[in-house]
């Protein structure tokens, strides 16, 4: 039970609360919890299996909260939701996802026209019998038949950090057979993909049969797809399938290679090999017409008998790697430990739930030099933004607990910063006398998305031309298989920020990834400097860096082309730059 399908029951039973029109604070309070558990990075699961106690004093969570939590973890569901189900259609609960529907026009669908299920939805739908039912029309309608493709179009791939929860409780699990040498997962999501399909755990053992059974037996998995007696396949709750294979110790390397995939890269690394006479399976490197077995056992030892290095998984993408591997011209791909600070963190003053102190003991914990404090702005009001008194204040507070922290001889310096909203036209929502006297301007966009491409990136460079901001972050707007990114002109957009001197961020908020990897090598490619931040808005989130660093290892990103991978001086110096 990891914390996403906990947060599941949460958000359904506020769906389930709203299809029945039951009271908005209630709805709310629970879909809060489904978010707060959601962000957790630590496994409640395993915070209980330490003891109960641990449970307390998480913000966000109340004592019915963790009661419910406690009840879901022991018994691995929750009466309440079940009394919830009763009488209401399952196939409701996807209804609501579907956008331009909702709990109140799910309800209402489902009295008018008895509809319950997605099929039901799209038949309906396209017939048109949703455009006269009170408060729709054919916008809806339409909107509903585009919200089902694209929903199909996804087809079912996990957020990376949804995958990696799973990928590494089972892998903990199986290590504990006794037997077991190696359990590695391979596939997308050891080459950190930012979507993952399924998961693909690799493993040698002296007792299959016991991995087998013990891995069917696992208490997550609802559905045993397939038993063999080296392979097998599970669905766990949150719907994710994992694929498990025991390996001969001989050809692991060869097995961990193909299935790490990706397939373009596998064929263009065979037809290499064939080209010298080699031909490269899963079991491992044979030549002689595939009669003699020459390598396989270690990894690297696949890619070293067919002339070159080892290529990191984060590169295997077909996208050039093999020529630079050959050439000798592969990156020296940025390393977690290259991190020396964080750019995007909020505290309790806007919509963080720690306070300065509490964020700055993390960050020193991590080892990090520095940090900016980015709360947001006071256009968003939602995030309790803060005007220009606040922000004043603020930074009076930082100048203080700066100068204490000297005192106490520690080495860090809170960077005073903002999260300033680019306005519909541009402009930046602090007057350019607080932007001045701010160390860092972290901009970004949070309404006004539904723009056409030349206003939107009119509106960033807008913002870039001011010369009041230093880094653009989450520069597309995307969620992951929730919001598609606005439409911007990337390339015009960098060209800009390279001119101003700004940094593009990548946001490491697994949810967000923004910029992905494809424009990370993009803006490498043009000299634009990137910032790894979290967008923290809790002490666990400071490591959600890690998904930032391996979507900037797919970019073929290196420690020079980050900023905060530099020391504070350096920082400061860059920092300094767009202003005026
Ligand atoms: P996913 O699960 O859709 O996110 O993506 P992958 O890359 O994990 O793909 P998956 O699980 O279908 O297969 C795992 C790896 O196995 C894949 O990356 C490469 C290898 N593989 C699978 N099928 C083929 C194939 O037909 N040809 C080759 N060369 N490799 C394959
Ligand atoms: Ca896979
Ligand atoms: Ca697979
Ligand atoms: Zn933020």
Redesign the pocket.
């Known amino acids: 039970m990891e914390n996403a399908d906990i947060a599941k029951i949460f958000y359904d039973i506020a769906d389930l609360l709203e299809i029945k029109g039951e009271d908005k604070f209630r709805i709310r309070s629970y879909r809060n919890a489904g978010l707060v558990i959601e962000g957790l990075s630590e496994s409640l699961k395993k915070l209980y299996e330490k003891g109960e106690e641990h449970l307390e004093g998480i913000p966000g969570i109340g004592v019915s909260t963790r009661a419910k939590i406690i009840e879901i973890l022991t018994t691995g569901k929750c009466k309440y939701h079940d009394e919830l189900l009763k009488g209401i259609p399952i196939g409701m609960l996807e209804i609501v996802k579907i956008s331009g529907v909702g709990p109140k026009k799910a309800a209402l669908l489902y009295k008018e026209l008895g509809v319950s299920t997605i099929e039901a939805l799209e038949k309906a739908a396209s017939e048109q019998k949703i455009r006269n039912l009170p408060g729709m029309g054919e916008v809806t309608e339409q909107k509903i038949l585009k919200s089902i493709s694209d929903m199909k179009a996804m087809e079912r ?1 996990f957020k990376i950090a949804v995958a990696l929860n799973y990928a590494n409780s089972f892998v903990e699990y199986i290590k504990k057979i006794p037997g077991t040498v190696d359990v590695v997962p ?4 050891r ?1 950190w ?1 930012e ?6 755990i690799l493993t040698t053992c002296t007792d299959p049969q016991a991995v087998m059974d013990k891995f069917v037996a696992h208490p997550d998995v609802v559905e045993v797809l397939s038993k063999g007696e080296t392979k097998s396949t599970v669905v766990v709750k949150a719907g994710v399938q994992i ?1 498990i294979r025991v390996l001969e110790k001989k050809s692991f390397g060869a097995a961990l290679q ?6 373009t890269h ?2 263009a690394l ?1 037809d290499r090999a064939k080209r010298m006479g080699l031909k490269i399976s899963e079991y491992g490197v044979f030549k002689e017409e595939g009669k003699k077995w020459v390598a396989g056992t270690k990894e690297e030892d696949v890619y070293k008998i067919v002339g070159l290095p080892w290529i990191p998984p984060e590169l295997r993408e077909n996208r050039g790697e093999i020529e630079a591997a050959e050439k000798g011209t592969l990156p020296k791909l940025i390393e977690l430990d290259d991190i020396r600070g964080d750019l995007h963190v909020h505290t309790k003053e806007s919509d963080g739930t720690y306070t300065l102190e509490d964020m700055t003991e993390a960050a020193m914990q991590r080892g990090y030099e520095y940090m900016a404090v980015t709360d947001h702005s006071k256009a968003i009001g939602i995030a309790r933004g803060l005007d220009e008194q606040r922000i004043m204040a603020q930074m009076g507070a930082i100048d203080e607990f700066n100068a204490k922290l000297k005192k106490r001889g520690k080495k860090f310096r809170v960077l005073k910063a903002s999260e300033v909203d680019i306005r519909a036209d541009g402009s930046l929502d602090h007057p350019d006398r607080v932007l001045d006297k701010l160390d860092c301007v972290v901009a970004s966009i949070h309404s006004g998305f539904k723009m056409g491409m030349e206003e939107m990136t009119a509106r960033i460079i807008k913002a870039i031309q001011s010369r009041k901001i230093n880094i653009l972050a989450h520069p597309t707007g995307r969620l992951i298989n929730e919001r598609a990114p606005y439409p911007v002109d990337m390339d015009r957009v960098m060209d800009e920020a390279k001119k101003y001197n700004i940094a593009l961020e990548l946001n490491s908020y697994p949810d967000r990834l923004d910029l992905n990897d494809v424009h990370c090598r993009l803006a490498k490619e043009k000299g634009v400097k990137l910032a790894i931040s979290t967008d923290s808005h809790s002490i666990y989130h400071l490591e959600h860096i890690l998904y930032g660093i391996h979507t900037a290892r797919r970019g073929w990103i290196e420690a020079a082309d980050v900023i905060n991978t530099r020391p504070l001086k350096e920082v400061l110096k860059f920092l300094k730059g767009p202003k005026s």
């Open positions: 791939k391979s596939g997308s999501l080459r993909k979507t993952v399909g399924d998961i693909d694929d193909y299935f790490t995939g990706s397939k596998n064929i065979r």
